[in-house]
């Protein structure tokens, strides 16, 4: 019994049975280590990964239901040997990481709603975060760093159209 | 003088965290690990009559099975009243029975559930009402002959720690027919720390020695214990810590490392041992649940001319932390205003519940709110305001302190008055005329530097940059990666870039008091800068020769040694480094820093592990709330702080340290509370059903640093970030009574208790019955003995 599933962009066969939960199989068995599983039941929202366009959370998709599925972790947001991606280079910018446990869950929840809502206001950045418990922060710098990333994107996309006439 | 002190640099840690790559102990993953189980209790009381362990040493997988009779010890921190395994009796649901290690997680939970104990039951004493009932079983029939670590706390049956303050003649003021006299009661619920990294611990067993990579805030204290419990050489364990996902105090104490390491031995294997978030749920060293009574003389024109108050602390089933936080008392509610003359008792009672433990500003967090809350009602009565009050009453420079400690410099009357001009300088909170009920409240605090003994070595490397060898841990507050290399770099001229901070190893750093009380900054900082101190005089003393001149004539700058006056003349640190490597070997100084000590007035605390503050730290709160009459709903509307910092190293990392700690302590304030059903049961058991702070919950903090206040930190700094959940449950208990009008005396306020207060509803005030009224009542020591000690004659 396997399971295959694309991971960061790479067809993987996991052997895993099927009814075990997603994040357990990138954890243990792809040493994807950066997906956390602080809770193992839904609620903390430290294991959130994309499944195709979706973020959830990944202790509770059953590999099985990964099959043929494209799945990207907090590893893909950026080149290993390369920059960081804009959300990450603006929550580094602003002083926003403690423990750090939560941010690969908060990253990839953040980056969703950056790829459906370029140019979010306060409110839907702090209702996209709602899913993802941090012990340390209280919020506000994540909230002003994913605002501060979605504006620089919007300041390069200006840029690059006005280059462009 | 310094372009490092005080500026915003970033976390080094930072980029690793963002991409997922930071190793916690949860994420060890070895070749051949094994993975461990603990068989728990499933009851909260009783006497174990067999426990066999045969069942799981038969199961698939299982390489070792351990037990009560693999860790002869016991530890605690006054009284050593704690056994790893439970030892014939059961005094909490989720006690741990026995361990077990398999090749699969699942293969040790499968073998741990087959362990067969039968258990003759017990009523359990959950609260500690019922702890304290005159006909109630003694949780800990042996107390008497527990070892005792620390000598001074009176103790008695099911009262683990007894702590008491007196000074002055309390009784006759509180006679005096010209005071009135104001009383609070109060009671505060348990909080669970909830760090996202459960308490976690990989062993291995390697030459005779135990080898723990933990998730801890304590590596000396866990070598200490480990050892203590297992009835070894505190030489034989080793303890390393990664970066820690979050401690908050959680971690502050010996948790689950003894358990991996007995069944790293019994397997030959490494072996991996992480709390499930049910297991972190159940059995979280939390913040205590605690009950107060406080009462006042006051005069007509508003002194305080006596104070008494009673403080029950559950510690649980076991003494753990309370017994020391007993000491708090004397410094927060008998904290903050010039007292006549005072008398405290606080005393940690043990029930059938879960152990308790520290938390961020432990004790601090209720005895602040009920102060702060009876000093409004003593306002009050007085028809005074409570700004004003409170700035006639602070204490300040030459005051003295509940204990006799005098205070030096005025810092909270000041602070005040920024917390005014702060909140002038802002937006004006609109009160809408939505039906809702508007209040605002501004509070002070006391709290302290947990100083204790730290040990630094820092090593002149040949590239001349450096290395900072210690027992600092990065529990995510950012001091080992911000104010320390920070700190380091500042005293020897160089670049933080050039200062290397080594990750916590008992092995290679001296000890250490641990990453908690706010002290990191303070003694590890202290410490590393007496070790910068000797690097220092060695570099001088080398580069003389180099260049010729006398060592008293150099200076350290932008990693040169520079002959003062003559900027020409200067060499690179790392010319130095090598020079030294040639002619007298590598040059390195090792530093070490412990408190001053402060002496309490003779005879006025007795049981105090900590009867006068080293270095105590201020701070001033408001905040503005709306509540619903429908829903008994707060919203925090806004928040503003006044924060004494000594010194600021990095004011945008204190910042970050000052809103997660008020929206820890806004859950705390609002929803956050562990209970227990009848039968010992946590009944939240993950996130789910206990509540903490989400995104859509928190308002942004204002932040006003307040620097210059007398500090024995190095630079004059002080610990930042402890202290921003002090007087949040406070400000917020404040705010909601001048709301809704009515007397807030318990914590959490969760809408419906917020709406029984509205309601007046029976059942939503608090009941302490089982506290007599007076002092006297409250001690098991003769009181007129105390009184008497501290100078005061019979009444």
């Known amino acids: 019994m396997s399971t295959e599933l694309t991971v960061n962009g790479e067809v993987r066969r996991v052997h895993a049975g099927p009814m075990t939960p997603l994040a357990r199989v990138l954890r243990e068995e792809l040493h994807l280590s950066g997906t956390k599983m602080a809770c193992g039941e839904g609620f903390c929202g430290s294991c959130t990964v994309f499944v195709d366009d979706d973020a959830v959370a990944s202790c509770l998709v059953p590999v099985g239901h990964a099959e043929g599925r494209s799945v990207r972790t907090v590893e893909s947001l950026a080149d290993p040997a390369g920059a960081l991606s804009p959300l990450q280079q603006a929550m580094k910018d602003a002083d926003a990481v403690q423990c750090g446990m939560c941010f690969p869950g908060v990253l990839i929840s953040l980056s969703a709603l950056l790829e459906s809502d370029p140019d979010p206001g306060r409110d839907e950045v702090r209702e996209a975060l709602v899913g993802n418990i941090c012990r340390c922060t209280g919020y506000e710098r994540i909230v002003d760093a994913a605002l501060a990333a979605a504006q620089a994107a919007a300041g390069q996309g200006r840029q690059a159209e006005g280059n462009g006439s | ?97 026995a361990a077990v290690a398999a090749e699969t997680l699942e293969q040790a939970r ?71 006299i104001v009383e609070t009661e109060f009671a505060a619920g348990r909080q669970n720390q909830t760090p996202l990294e459960p308490r976690a611990c990989v062993a291995g067993y390697e030459n005779g020695r135990f080898v723990l990579q933990t998730s801890t805030q304590v590596p000396w204290a866990v070598r200490n214990s480990t050892a203590r419990l297992l009835g070894v050489r505190e030489s034989d364990v080793r303890v390393v810590v990664p970066p820690v996902g979050g401690g908050f105090g959680m971690k502050f104490e010996v948790s689950i ?21 049910q297991e972190e749920m159940q059995t979280a ?57 005072v008398r405290l008792v606080s005393r940690a009672v043990y029930t059938n519940s879960p152990p308790n433990g520290a938390f961020r500003a432990c004790n601090g967090t209720y005895c602040t709110a009920a102060l702060e809350r009876h000093t409004d009602e003593i306002c009050a009565a007085l028809g005074m305001d409570r700004v004003e009050f409170r700035r006639r009453n602070v204490l300040g420079d030459g005051d003295i302190g509940s204990t006799g400690q005098v205070f030096e410099g005025d810092v909270l009357a000041p602070m005040l008055d920024r917390m005014i001009s702060l909140r002038d300088s802002g937006e004006p909170v609109r009160q809408a005329d939505d039906g809702r009920l508007y209040g605002t409240a501004t509070t002070v605090g006391t709290w302290f530097i947990f100083v204790g003994p730290s040990a630094a070595t820092v090593n002149l490397n040949p590239d001349g940059g450096v290395t900072l060898v210690t027992a600092g841990v990065e529990i995510g507050s950012g001091s080992t990666v911000q104010a320390i290399p920070q700190i380091i770099a500042d005293s020897l001229g160089l670049r933080v870039e050039d ?25 590890l900082g202290a410490a590393g800068v007496a070790a910068c101190d000797e690097v220092r005089r060695k570099v001088f003393e080398a580069a003389a020769e180099m260049l010729e001149t006398s060592p008293g004539d150099l200076s350290l700058a932008d990693g040169h040694v520079v002959v003062n006056g003559v900027p020409s003349a200067r060499i690179t640190l790392r010319e130095v480094a090598e020079h030294a ?51 008994g709903h707060v919203e925090v509307l806004a928040y503003r702080v006044v924060q004494d910092v000594g010194r600021a190293i990095n004011p945008r990392a204190i910042l970050g340290q000052v809103q997660g700690g008020v929206v820890q302590g806004l859950g705390y304030a609002l929803h956050e509370e562990i209970t227990i059903d009848p039968r010992g049961k946590v009944r939240q058991t993950g996130f789910e059903t206990y509540r903490v702070p989400l995104s859509g919950d928190v308002v942004p903090v204002r932040l006003d640093l307040y620097e210059g206040a007398p500090s024995i930190g190095p630079l004059g700094v002080k610990g930042a970030g402890e202290v921003p959940i002090l007087n949040v449950a406070a400000v917020v208990s404040c705010a909601v009574a001048d709301a809704i009008g009515k007397s807030v005396s318990q914590i959490p306020l969760t809408p419906q208790r917020v709406l029984g207060l509205i309601l007046e509803r029976d059942g939503e005030s608090v009941d302490l019955r089982h506290i007599p009224q007076g002092w006297r009542e409250n001690v098991i020591a003769d009181p007129d003995e105390l009184m008497a000690a501290a100078g005061v004659g019979r009444p």
């Open chain 2, 1 to 97: 003088m310094s372009q490092v002190i005080g500026a915003n640099l970033p976390r080094r840690d930072a980029e690793d965290k963002l991409r997922g790559r930071t190793m916690f102990t949860v994420d060890a993953a070895v070749g051949g690990l094994l993975h461990a189980a603990l068989r728990r209790s499933d009851v909260a009381a009783g006497r174990i009559v067999s426990v066999d362990l045969e069942p799981a040493r038969r199961m698939p997988g299982v390489r070792a099975v351990v037990s009560a009779a693999d860790a002869p010890g016991r530890y605690g921190i006054t009284i050593a009243d704690h056994p790893l395994f439970a030892v014939d009796e059961i005094r909490y649901l989720g006690e741990p029975i």
């Open chain 2, 110 to 180: 499968a073998a741990a559930a087959a362990i067969v104990v039968e258990v003759e039951e017990f009523t359990p004493l959950i609260t500690m009402a019922q702890a304290l009932a005159g006909d109630a079983r003694d949780l800990h029939p042996g107390w008497e002959d527990y070892d005792v670590l620390i000598e001074g706390g009176r103790r008695a049956r099911n009262i683990g720690w007894e702590a008491t303050v007196v000074r002055g003649d309390t009784d006759a003021v509180f006679a005096r027919s010209d005071v009135r």
């Open chain 2, 257 to 277: 490392e003894p358990f991996a390491a007995l069944l790293a031995r019994a397997s030959g294997r490494s072996v991996k041992l992480v709390n499930s978030r």
């Open chain 2, 285 to 341: 060293l939390c913040r205590e649940n605690a009950e107060i009574r406080i009462r006042s003389a006051v005069s007509e024109s508003g002194e305080i001319l006596a104070r008494e108050a009673v403080v029950l602390m559950d510690c649980g089933a076991y003494g753990g932390e309370q017994p020391f936080l007993t000491s708090m008392t004397a410094h927060t509610l008998g904290g903050n205003y010039r007292l006549g003359a």
């Open chain 2, 499 to 523: 200062v290397t901070v080594r990750a916590a190893d008992t092995d290679a750093a001296g000890y250490d008091g641990g990453v908690g009380g706010g002290r990191t900054t303070v003694s």
């Open chain 2, 581 to 631: 490597q040639q002619v007298s070997g590598p040059i390195s100084g090792s530093g070490s820093f412990t408190g001053t000590g402060v002496q309490p007035m003779s005879g006025c605390a007795a049981g105090h592990l900590i009867g006068a503050l080293d270095l105590p730290v201020f701070a001033v709160h408001e905040c503005d709330v709306a509540v619903d009459p429908d829903t």
